[in-house]
């Protein structure tokens, strides 16, 4: 099984930081991995696919990058809706593998 | 709007069966892969299984094969979860969830989830 290790694990921020989330497979999985958001009592939300895609509707300070081993979710101005969690996910073979989490908090 | 209704969310003993099912509006369900994912405060997220459009292509995650069988009827646009040999470990939300677009890889997206159901295994 691909594993996918998210870091940190929590991230204290202020408003307008700009932040950067990495998730790192255990393999290559090209460049199939997305990211999603999740907010306390929510649903997660689909953000980023094939690694750099942005979902339809999801700002534009969102960005992704990376493929192989190493992938980057960055928030260029991190705004007050934006405090919540976030999980990657490959996609490149079964099982479907989530990475732990990364709680982004108010510093 | 894509609408995804779970229900079925029951309290089951160890050993014992529950069946899940999700509702499907809003889009053309006969031509989406579905899945089951589940989510506990402990563990974060888990990728259950995987149907595909026409009901093939399943797969199961290693910690439910060989107990939960994906299923799905499209003359209901329903998409269903049997759990067996239930265990404490299985204790999660677990959400119906929608692939984002026909074709692998993008089947394995998620663009839209259901509220989620509730399925607690305990003696």
């Known amino acids: 099984d691909i594993q996918l290790t998210q870091s940190p694990s929590f991230l204290s921020a202020s408003v307008g930081d700009r932040v950067t989330i990495t998730c790192r497979a255990s393999q290559g999985i090209s460049s199939y991995l997305a990211w999603y958001q999740q907010k306390p009592g929510e649903v997660p939300k689909l953000l980023i696919y094939a690694a750099s895609t942005l979902e339809s509707g999801v700002p534009s300070r969102f960005s992704g990058s990376g493929s192989g081993t190493e992938f980057t979710l960055t928030v260029s101005s991190l705004q007050p809706e934006d405090f919540a969690t976030y999980y990657c996910q490959q996609v490149n073979g079964f099982p479907l593998t989530f990475g732990g989490g990364t709680k982004v908090e108010v510093k | 709007d894509v609408q995804l209704v779970e229900s079925g969310e029951g309290l089951a003993q160890p050993g014992g069966s529950l069946r899940l099912s999700c509702a499907a509006s809003?889009?053309?369900?006969?031509?989406?892969?579905m899945s089951w994912v589940r989510q506990t405060p402990g563990k974060g997220l888990e990728w259950v299984s995987i149907i595909g459009s026409d009901g093939g292509g399943i797969q199961y995650a290693d910690s439910v094969k060989g107990r939960f069988t994906i299923s799905r009827d499209n003359s209901k646009n329903s998409l269903y979860l049997q759990l067996t040999n239930l265990s404490a470990e299985d204790t999660a939300l677990y959400y119906c969830?929608?692939?984002?677009?026909?074709?692998?890889?993008?089947?394995?997206?998620?663009?839209?989830w259901g509220q989620g159901t509730p399925v607690t295994v305990s003696s």
């Open positions: 969830v929608k692939g984002r677009l026909p074709k692998p890889p993008e089947t394995r997206h998620f663009d839209y």
């Open positions: 809003g889009f053309t369900f006969s031509s989406y892969a």
